[in-house]
């Protein structure tokens, strides 16, 4: 079945450090995929999304591209802030039929100043 | 738009009693679910709506119902509260779109604690 396999954390950078969170996955077909954040607290929000290969989805200085090649949809930002801390989940949403959305463990990231 | 809101916030229960979570959306949206967060596991689909009046199991469904009576409401109902299901229950909707580019919008959670 579909999957989503994204690093363990948590991650511990510092302030404007460059961030790599790893994501690939299992899919059939054409999946979309998608970085949500979830700020302490709170519910998860949309950060950036794709829906097909070698798109680029972009958000807040954040970048993902969809690697149909590599099954991947690695999350970057180049400078990294205190307010980035939170948890980042991977997800995909397949095209064949089905409603629901498959999501990674989520990452946790404290940024220190 | 108040988007997705979810009641009660916190609840502690004791094992065997019964209680129902809420949710609502203003967006007008066709899909709803039902997701668990618990550490370590990201989240696991619980039940869903693809529209009014319909609902389906996800990922781990034992334990739980829903309805989905009018379309802007989605209930989840624990039956006899056990202690694994401590947990945090997100509920999100979406549009439905086809072609797999729809987007979820998640309520601020519900605590469940079950002594």
């Known amino acids: 079945g579909d999957s989503v396999t994204q690093m363990e954390g948590p991650v511990t950078l510092s302030e404007e450090a460059f961030l790599t969170i790893n994501c690939t996955y299992t899919?059939?077909?054409?999946?979309?995929l998608f970085w949500y954040v979830q700020y302490p607290g709170e519910g998860l929000q949309l950060l950036l999304k794709?829906?097909?290969?070698?798109d680029k989805g972009s958000n807040k200085g954040f970048e993902a591209t969809y690697r149909k090649e590599t099954t991947s949809f690695h999350l970057e930002k180049g400078s990294v802030q205190v307010s980035d801390s939170a948890v980042y989940f991977c997800?995909?949403?397949?095209?064949?039929?089905?409603?629901?959305?498959?999501f990674g463990t989520g990452t946790r990231l404290k940024v220190l100043a | 738009n108040a988007g997705v809101t979810q009641t009660p916030k916190f609840r502690v229960l004791k094992t065997g009693q019964s209680m129902t979570l809420l949710c609502a959306q203003d967006?007008?949206?066709?899909?709803m679910y039902w997701y668990r967060q618990d550490p370590g596991m990201g989240l696991r689909l619980i039940h869903y709506?693809?529209?009014?009046?319909?609902?389906a199991k996800g990922e781990v469904p034992d334990g739980y119902n829903v309805s989905r009576l009018k379309k802007q409401n989605f209930l989840l109902g624990l039956e006899s509260a056990a202690p694994s299901q401590t947990s945090v229950y997100f509920c999100?909707?979406?549009?439905?779109?086809?072609?797999?580019?729809?987007?979820?919008?998640f309520g601020p959670g519900t605590r469940l604690t079950v002594l």
């Open positions: 999100a909707s979406s549009y439905g779109t086809s072609g797999g580019t729809d987007t979820q919008y």
């Open positions: 899919a059939t077909g054409y999946p979309s």
């Open positions: 794709a829906t097909k290969a070698d």
């Open positions: 709506s693809v529209g009014e009046g319909t609902t």
């Open positions: 997800a995909l949403r397949a095209t064949s039929g089905t409603y629901k959305y498959i």
């Open positions: 967006m007008n949206h066709e899909y």
